[in-house]
Structures are given as C-alpha cells and as structure tokens.
C-alpha cells in the first residue's frame, strides 16, 4: 500500500444526539453521547490507515490532557503521530448536533492553529491530502506536484491556492455562478496542474470534471445515521482508488502514474467515484466514522 500524507484538523467533538429537528428560537431535547475523535484531518487519515496505508498526519493539538487523549487515539489506530505539533492552550473542540434524520450541525467552540509545516512538501508520500484554508500551503503543495498524487478539498476559494491533480469539494459550498462551470473554477484554485475536479452531491452522488469530460456516479442507497464524516470519508475513499488503481493509457491519452500504480485517467476516476460513494455511503450509516472491519472490506472492492 502507499505512503500517504494527511494535513488539516484534528478535534475533541462533543456529540449531542437531538430529538427533534434543530429549530431556531426554540428548547430542543437531547442527549450526549459523550467525546470521539474528529476534524476533517483525522476523518480521512482513519479510514486510509484502516485500509492498510501508511498514514502520517501533519496538525496541531494543545499541550492539555485532551491534546495528549488526541495524539493518543490517533496513534493507537495506526496513524504516524510524530508531525502533529502541540502548541499551549486547549486543543480544537467542536459540538456536533445530530437531528434524527442524520443531518448534523457543526459548532466550533475553539480552534488550536498551528503553522503548516514544510515537511507537506519535503516528507515522503505517494500521496498527499491537504484539507483546511491556510493558504501558506501553496508552495509546498507545488514541490509535490512531480512526485506525488495531490488531492486538495476547497474551500478555499483563491486563486492559484491549492495547487493539485484532484480537488474535492461539497457542491452546496458553492454558488450558482460558480457551478456553471465547475472545471473554469477548479482551474482558477489549482492552476496548469488539475486533471479533475470531484463535486459531492448527497444522495444525488458525485459528479468529476476534466477538461474534457464530465463523469457522473449515483449515491450508493445508506440509511442516514450521522452525516457528520460522510465527505472526509469520501475523500478517503477516493484517494484509496485513484493510489491503487492500475494505470489504464491510451496513445491520445497517456495516464500519468503515482505511488504505487495510481492513475488519473478517466476510466480509473469513474472507478474511484463508485468506490468513494460507498465509503461515504457507510460513514452516513454508521454514529462517527466506520469500523475498521467495514473498511478493510470497501478496500478490497474498490
């Protein structure tokens, strides 16, 4: 399997189980279900570990017993722990309001902000995932582009920010105008360098964007039980395909290679995408992230 290299946050969330739709103006009930493991970093860096990667994480925690219980958790399921900096004062927290139907609603209550390293762009990696907006990330990012497969979820927004091979983003963070040409957008963010550009759907799917083609998979059917990891999965997912995937070339369109057999032609994009849907489809049905077992089982399908 390959090296991969994870980069964004890691969080102490607070999961509160609503029993009722979340209201404005209104007393709502509910019940705790006590802390787990979060932030997109750490939602991602899990399942890839699971499937049998070996997953380095670069983030921050605080130097309190909830950054020590981060650090911990992380590394007692197989993730490298060694980048993650601790900085004084608390770790990132969240609250997560979960409504009956699975939908859930994200507070963040503090964020512990540390400076992205130069190892993204020095340790090595068949593949790197960069989800979080610090914008000091963009030159590293653009050391990788020759060695590394580069995935990037936006936002942000900003020209010429994330440079990278794939970007993957949710299609309700975008507006109307920005959508009318998702591949003209995806250019602006990532540059000469992007071969495609992922759009999560929901229930609708997923859609991927090229230059050339447009390449659309419907949702896997998934009773929804918490929605709260179903896009960090999905990446997770998508990039355990596209790293593993065996490069299919074609004289009019060669397939350029990465780590160890991933490919970006559109046969091996339209087979990540199908796989990528069911790893997000088992996070909707599962309180928090799948379990290793069902991960180690969607990695042997894609």
Request: charged fraction near 20%.
């Given at each position: 399997?390959?090296?991969?290299?994870?980069?964004?946050?890691?969080?102490?969330?607070?999961?509160?189980?609503?029993?009722?739709?979340?209201?404005?103006?209104?007393?709502?009930?509910?019940s705790a279900s006590g802390r787990r493991l979060g932030g997109g970093a750490a939602n991602t860096a899990l399942p890839l570990a699971w499937a049998g990667h070996a997953v380095t994480l670069l983030s921050s925690a605080g130097t309190g017993p909830e950054g020590d219980w981060l650090v911990g958790e992380l590394r007692s399921a197989g993730i490298e722990t060694l980048e993650i900096e601790r900085i004084d004062g608390p770790s990132t927290r969240s609250l997560i309001f979960i409504e009956p139907d699975g939908e859930r609603t994200v507070v963040n209550v503090h964020r512990c902000r540390g400076i992205v390293s130069e190892k993204l762009?020095?340790?090595?990696?068949?593949?790197?995932?960069?989800?979080?907006?610090?914008?000091?990330?963009?030159?590293?990012?653009?050391?990788?582009?020759?060695?590394?497969?580069?995935?990037?979820?936006?936002?942000?927004?900003?020209?010429?920010?994330?440079?990278?091979?794939?970007?993957?983003?949710?299609?309700?963070?975008?507006?109307?105008?920005?959508?009318?040409?998702?591949?003209?957008?995806?250019?602006?963010?990532?540059?000469?360098?992007?071969?495609?550009?992922?759009?999560?759907?929901?229930?609708?799917?997923?859609?991927?964007?090229?230059?050339?083609?447009?390449?659309?998979?419907?949702?896997?059917?998934?009773?929804?039980?918490?929605?709260?990891?179903?896009?960090?999965?999905?990446?997770?997912?998508?990039?355990?395909?596209?790293?593993?995937?065996?490069?299919?070339?074609?004289?009019?369109?060669?397939?350029?290679?990465?780590?160890?057999?991933?490919?970006?032609?559109?046969?091996?994009?339209?087979?990540?995408?199908?796989?990528?849907?069911?790893?997000?489809?088992?996070?909707?049905?599962?309180?928090?992230?799948?379990?290793?077992?069902?991960?180690?089982?969607?990695?042997?399908?894609?």
């Amino acid at each position: 399997m390959a090296r991969i290299l994870v980069a964004g946050s890691i969080s102490v969330d607070e999961v509160i189980n609503l029993r009722g739709p979340l209201l404005r103006g209104t007393h709502l009930e509910g019940s705790a279900s006590g802390r787990r493991l979060g932030g997109g970093a750490a939602n991602t860096a899990l399942p890839l570990a699971w499937a049998g990667h070996a997953v380095t994480l670069l983030s921050s925690a605080g130097t309190g017993p909830e950054g020590d219980w981060l650090v911990g958790e992380l590394r007692s399921a197989g993730i490298e722990t060694l980048e993650i900096e601790r900085i004084d004062g608390p770790s990132t927290r969240s609250l997560i309001f979960i409504e009956p139907d699975g939908e859930r609603t994200v507070v963040n209550v503090h964020r512990c902000r540390g400076i992205v390293s130069e190892k993204l762009g020095t340790l090595p990696a068949g593949a790197v995932y960069v989800r979080g907006r610090e914008l000091q990330a963009t030159s590293f990012l653009r050391q990788r582009l020759s060695t590394s497969l580069v995935v990037c979820h936006v936002p942000p927004v900003v020209p010429d920010s994330r440079p990278a091979h794939v970007l993957v983003a949710s299609e309700s963070d975008f507006e109307k105008t920005e959508l009318a040409d998702p591949w003209g957008m995806g250019s602006v963010i990532a540059g000469g360098s992007l071969r495609w550009i992922v759009l999560t759907r929901g229930a609708a799917g997923a859609v991927a964007y090229s230059r050339e083609k447009r390449i659309e998979v419907p949702a896997r059917a998934a009773r929804s039980v918490d929605s709260t990891a179903a896009g960090d999965v999905f990446a997770a997912g998508l990039i355990h395909a596209l790293i593993t995937a065996p490069p299919v070339a074609s004289p009019s369109e060669p397939s350029p290679v990465f780590g160890p057999g991933g490919a970006l032609d559109p046969a091996s994009m339209e087979r990540a995408l199908r796989a990528a849907n069911a790893w997000g489809a088992a996070a909707v049905e599962a309180p928090g992230l799948p379990d290793r077992a069902t991960i180690a089982r969607l990695s042997t399908e894609s």
